[in-house]
């Protein structure tokens, strides 16, 4: 989360269908922990803003780690595994919440989520 978002995933969601992005509660709760622990002053004051603004715009679009999840999780972990991958617990929740809806993550970081056998969207590329 920047107060200057890269220009291509800038683009890219402006593409999207709002009603079609969601956000996940693992992702909402790395953010919280990114901004929180920043030494205060502005910068952290203006990421807290941006932060407000953004769950403003989710309102019922923030996916829970659910019992459905809770067994996709540890499907996609034994097929990480199965393969010889590492799966960051953090990713493997956010695998899990995107599997159990059918839906694809978007990520910079592809590899974990292409370990578990999710569809990845890189707006960066």
Same mark, same amino acid.
């Given at each position: ?13 402006? $593409? ?28 952290? $004051?203006?990421?807290? *803003? ?8 989710? @309102? ?13 999780? *540890?499907? @996609?972990? @034994? *097929?990480? $595994? ?7 617990? *953090? ?13 694809? @993550? ?20």
């Amino acid at each position: 989360m920047k107060p200057n978002p890269d220009a291509r995933v800038k683009a890219w969601m402006q $593409r999207q269908a709002p009603s079609t992005l969601y956000l996940t509660c693992v992702s909402v709760a790395e953010i919280k922990f990114g901004v929180g622990i920043l030494p205060e002053g502005k910068r952290k $004051r203006e990421l807290t *803003a941006i932060f407000e603004a953004l769950m403003r715009l989710y @309102v019922g679009r923030v996916l829970s780690f659910d019992l459905k999840a809770a067994s996709q999780y *540890a499907k @996609v972990s @034994v *097929a990480a $595994r199965a393969v010889g991958k590492t799966l960051p617990t *953090a990713d493997g929740y956010i695998a899990a919440m995107a599997f159990a809806k059918g839906y694809a @993550v978007a990520s910079r970081d592809e590899g974990p989520f292409l370990a578990a056998g999710l569809e990845v969207i890189n707006p960066w590329n």
